[in-house]
């Protein structure tokens, strides 16, 4: 027999019976079935580098643990360790053609990284792909796991390192924002309550508002991020233990904190541990938040943006590329419209995820696979995202001072400033005439001898407009 991109093949069988393999092919018999039965979407595990390098610490955990325990020999755990660091190190991803969203409870992800590791090490060895005497995906790269312990433990890996990535990537959208908010601490705008004239503030209170809900929402993400730490090696099929050792449990857990560096601990309960995934459904919906923030963030500067002339055109957004087919002129603030697209599509993953973790049936979630690709996409998405945000948005926006300050002199909203000093009264009857004649709240308060002249452009002062003051000044009447 022989495949399209090769002639050479060789021969491997499962319960099912035996196929022929690619000869160069790290994956083995599994992957192929696996890649035939689940044609399924465009995300391939060999996308996710950072699951596969989960991948190659569960098991590397696990070798290790074994060897210690006298359950493979020396000459083959140095090979599978080495097979292992190499996934770690962030080699053979091509090996990982499956699709991340499949049945079986996660069993063709686990089976292709047993298959690429076994036939690494043999290499290793000096032996041939494929001699599973030699070196086994089941009985050696596979020992004392099961799908049900190693797979969830692998994406808890992945997931922890991307989440520390993604804080990374929101820190710094957060810390251009905070430089953006000092830039424009003198501009004053008028803030804006249901769409309608508020009460005047600066632009830099606005971007340093944006900047602040985001950070308000790093100890949410860390706290959820915090639950992958806890993992379930050693339960193997639904908690028991069966086909492990004693020990084994505590000692791979053991070796795949020292392997990361971080504090991965095993699950108090491993019977409930294996059917939970309500830590993924804990971090997608704290990116879910995220989103909700970053969608009212990007709203807002398409409004204040709008313009240039028939808008709020408070600020310029940095224009990337014409706008328009048919209007000459136009530019459009895209950055923006495709963050309100990511968010839409986190806001969507998390509902799948929520749907799916409520799915759990009696000791396993079989779910888990399509969990696992909606967190790992959401985290993409949010990262490249932020990143396209801050370069090519935030980075740029100018301050358009002229039009922000023509704004606060032409609201009525002013009024509400002067509604300590002249009296809830005066200040309505101020405002009814203002907006009657669309004259200026300034000039009738003048005009009826409210307040002098000079106490009134105290009044107007911007840092007395723009946080809570106490001033010595009274109406004439």
């Given at each position: ?13 499962d ?22 039965n689940?044609p399924?979407?465009h ?12 991948l ?23 090979a599978?360790?080495q ?12 090996a ?21 590791i076994?036939?690494?090490?043999l ?47 929101l ?6 924002f ?10 004053l ?6 769409l ?10 606005t971007?340093?508002g ?7 929402e ?20 639904i ?14 857990t053991a ?15 491993l019977?409930g ?51 328009s087919?048919?209007m ?6 895209v ?9 839409y599509?986190?806001?969507?993953n998390?509902?799948?995820?929520s ?9 396993l ?11 790992f ?5 949010l ?23 023509e ?18 009264k ?6 009814k ?5 669309g ?26 407009l723009?946080?809570?003051v ?8």
């Amino acid at each position: 027999m022989t495949t399209e991109n090769t002639k050479k093949t060789r021969t491997e069988s499962d319960l099912i019976g035996a196929r022929e393999v690619p000869y160069e092919a790290l994956y083995g018999v599994q992957t192929l079935r696996g890649m035939e039965n689940f044609p399924i979407s465009h995300f391939k595990l060999s996308q996710y580098p950072l699951f596969i390098k989960g991948l190659g610490v569960t098991k590397l955990g696990a070798v290790r643990a074994n060897h210690k325990l006298g359950l493979i020999p020396d000459d083959m755990a140095k090979a599978i360790e080495q097979a292992c660091m190499e996934l770690i190190e962030g080699r053979h991803t091509e090996a990982f053609p499956v699709d991340m969203i499949q049945g079986g409870a996660g069993t063709t992800t686990n089976m292709n990284a047993n298959e690429v590791i076994a036939n690494r090490a043999l290499e290793l060895m000096g032996c041939e792909r494929g001699d599973y005497k030699r070196c086994s995906p089941n009985d050696h790269v596979n020992r004392s796991q099961s799908t049900n312990d190693a797979y969830p433990t692998a994406i808890h890996i992945g997931l922890y390192e991307t989440h520390l990535r993604l804080r990374q990537h929101l820190e710094q959208l957060i810390e251009a924002f905070e430089k953006k908010a000092e830039e424009f601490a003198g501009v004053l705008k008028m803030g804006r309550t249901q769409l309608q004239d508020a009460v005047p503030m600066t632009l830099g209170q606005t971007f340093h508002g944006f900047a602040s809900i985001l950070r308000n929402e790093l100890p949410h993400l860390d706290a959820a991020a915090a639950e992958f730490l806890v993992i379930n090696m050693g339960a193997t099929a639904i908690g028991t233990g069966i086909c492990a050792e004693p020990n084994y449990a505590e000692m791979s857990t053991a070796e795949i904190a020292a392997i990361t560096g971080y504090a991965y601990r095993l699950s108090d309960d491993l019977v409930g541990a294996t059917s939970d995934t309500s830590c993924m459904a804990g971090y997608s919906s704290a990116m879910r938040m995220v989103a909700l923030k970053m969608n009212k963030i990007c709203n807002d500067l398409r409004l204040i943006s709008s313009g240039p002339r028939c808008g709020l055109g408070e600020i310029t957004l940095p224009g990337v590329q014409p706008g328009s087919s048919i209007m000459p002129g136009k530019i459009n603030p895209v950055i923006p419209e495709v963050m309100n697209q990511i968010a839409y599509k986190v806001i969507g993953n998390d509902l799948c995820v929520s749907m799916s973790s409520e799915a759990a049936q009696m000791e396993l979630n079989a779910m888990e696979p399509v969990m696992a690709q909606c967190c790992f996409e959401s985290a993409d998405l949010l990262m490249n995202g932020f990143d396209t945000l801050r370069t090519r948005c935030v980075d740029g926006i100018i301050a358009n001072k002229e039009a922000c300050l023509e704004h606060v002199h032409r609201s009525i909203g002013i009024v509400t400033a002067l509604n300590p000093v002249i009296g809830y009264k005066n200040s309505t009857r101020i405002a009814k005439e203002a907006l009657e004649t669309g004259r200026s709240v300034y000039d009738l308060i003048l005009e009826h001898d409210i307040l002098s002249k000079e106490d009134l452009d105290t009044l107007f002062r911007p840092e007395n407009l723009i946080s809570p003051v106490k001033l010595d000044i009274k109406p004439k009447h």
